[in-house]
């Protein structure tokens, strides 16, 4: 019971006392957590260095070998009954955790060297999962033997399975370092571990290379472990500066790109036509195939024509990717790395079990030097036992066969002393007592038949004999030298990588390959129109007839049309001083209603977009510099509370993020109704709801270096009134067209009402009636054809 601190004891009815201890909870959830911690990563999610499995590995590969008998010559048996006889006999937890293990094993888009001949769907690099275990088979690969021949030779320690019923290898005696060779995943409680695959020839000749060179350090190693050789190719474009420095430290990030060339057909390069032949590790084709799919169909890079994929078990990975003609390749590719998984990080971890002085298993990260050391050091340690355990047996057949030539050379004797005995037992002992024989070779002795004592047997018996004790000197030399020893793994080593050994698969580059992205490089130069609504949807149209014709949702109306090209950037202004740039390409075209704002922008909940501009020269001014002031063009800003201010267009060109800029600091209550660019010779009417209009000089207000509050263009005597509305004022003829509270429509021109100073209450146009809302201006659209693209 978890309580307090302290100890008490209760009786029973019986007069025994049960002990009910308290314990801080504190404490006991730290020690249960601890224990799971240590349980997932000693008995779960991390490999041992030695042979680069984790236990379900081990297990699996155990009950294939010693239990079910499934070496690469048997037949195939059912996955299921690998899986059930694992789960009842070593590995007591969940049948599809064990299975997906098993299948992993078998996909050789996983493994390099897959340890587990699957028959049937085990799963294909498309993302297609395998079929269930009692559909598949299974048996071992012949290098899956490598890891697990030496088992009879009592080379590693053995340990009681967890119901005590048999025993099982606490680590198999892998013949090659399979850790680096297979690599491995795994996440555990406060640590992961992430160690990509790796060519077995370099490999080899690494860890061969270190047995001669002990002070070898990892920049000499890594002239033959290149870096990772991934079992579907890629190319790494991570520096040799970095990959050493990674497999110094045990940790990093590997960028791996896909290899493309072009089609070849007939002998001919087909130009516009790409073929995708190798990708990075872990990304499946189904899902990156639909992923340039999406890019083609969104014109997100029109340059792209068309994706198929055209893999097959013929010509392998095979990707077909058609581009335009006269289109650089290069910047095709080079989108399509940036915005899809042809080029992935690969988070390097070398975290892994590694055996203390003790024996105990501990967790550490390890350099590429430590885990060809550990691996040689387990190795050196394994073909020692199996020495000593080959040396054992031919010396305890030695003794036997001495033991035959001593009787064969009393023959008769021993046969009188064998007639005349009353037993087996009695026999044994007259025959240690008549020649130097102990009761081993006696009891050999007795029961042999007797034809192999003959004089034909005799002579293979003792040429048995010479050539067993040549192989026993043979085997004390090696024991009796580490040098010997050594030579021995390295041989051994040697004929691994002569039998298995294959060629990279993984390219390596440099970084020197990744151009930099320029966004505008992929986008092609259209004119288009932004269309907004009033409830925040907005689309691209290239030509638009008529305002009517547009297609809204019930209820929505049309704000603005913006003409602008895909090369632009279109500036949102909202009514609570925040302005929001985006590239004009990512707005979707869309004859339907687009899409909504939120997809976009965070707005703040209550405000609206009042207007946008487009960056489009044709359309906008371009900035021009002033050595004291900030650039022109100026935006006059104008709020319901009567403020105005001017500020410079430039710093909304480029895009920003999705919070946006600020171009207005409001008072409490207060919110934008105009954003406009206006000249310095331009005057500006302002009305209320109260009917008063103000006439001021645009030049009368400042120009900011930033967003602020700005001055006062009209003082509101009332409350309740508010600024409706602001209007620009070029022409002569420019008037400001307003509807008042009866219903009627009024209009205000300049030359009526002449210019004053800013911040006055302005004129009372109404003694009777208020103005209800400003009558906007028709959307004048674009005609195309009038305008020059330059």
Known sequence: MAAGNGATAESNGNGDADQLQFVSISDETRRRYLNYAMSVIMSRALPD???GLKPVQRRILYVMYNELRLTPDAKFVKSSRIVGDTIGKFHPHGDQAIYDALVRLAQDFTYREPLVHGQGNFGNVMGLPAAASRYTEAKLMPIAEQLMS??????????????????????????????????????????????????????????????DHP?????????????????????IVTDAKELKAIYSEGRGSIKVRAEWRFDKEKRKEVKNRLVIFSIPYGVETGGLVNSLGDIRDSRKLPQLVEVADESDGEQGLRIVL????????????????????????????????????????????????????????????????RFEYLLAQLEKRIHILNGFVIVFDGLEKALKIIRKSSGKQDACQKLIKEFPLDEEQATAILELQLYRISSLEIGRIREELEEKETEANRIRKILGSNKRLWKEVQNELNEIEKKFGNKRRTAIGSSEEISEFDPQAYIVRENTNIVLTAEGW?????KISSIKKLRVREGDDVIGVYPTSTLEHIILFSSDGTAYTLPADQIPPSTGYGEPLAKHIKQSDGSAIITALSTDSRFTPEDIEYKDYPPEPYLFIATAQGQVMRLSLSAFRTASTKNGRKYCRLAKGDRVIHVEIMGEEDTVFLISKAARLI??????????????????????????DEVLAAKRLTRPGDVLKVINENGKELSFGQLKYTVTGRGGKGVKTSQRTGIQEVVRPEIELVDWSEIDDN
Do not use: W
């Open 150 to 211: 030496e088992l009879r030779y009592d080379t590693v320690e053995m340990r009681p399975t967890y119901d005590a019923s048999r025993t099982e290898p606490v680590v198999l005696p892998s013949q090659y370092p399979n850790l680096l060779v297979n690599g491995t995943q795994g996440i555990a409680v406060g640590m992961a571990t992430n160690i990509p695959t790796h060519n077995l020839s370099e490999v080899i000749k690494a860890a061969t290379y270190l047995i």
């Open 215 to 235: 002070d070898a350090t990892v920049a000499r190693l890594r002239r033959y472990i290149k870096g990772p050789d991934f079992p579907l190719g890629g190319r």
């Open 538 to 542: 907005i689309r691209r149209l290239g």
């Open 49 to 51: 260095v030695r042979d």
């Open 695 to 720: 006439h001021f000089s645009v030049a009368d207000v400042p120009i900011l270096n930033g967003a602020g509050k700005g001055v006062r263009g009209l003082k509101l005597s009332d409350p309740d």
């Open 322 to 385: 058609h581009i335009k003609n006269g289109i650089d390749p290069e910047t095709v590719m080079s989108y399509l790395y940036k915005h899809t998984r042809l080029e992935e990080n690969f988070a390097y971890n070398a975290t892994c079990l590694v055996p203390d002085e003790h024996g105990a298993l501990l967790p550490q990260r390890c350099s590429l030097l430590e885990l060809l050391q550990h691996f040689l050091d387990f190795r050196f340690d394994t073909v020692r036992k």
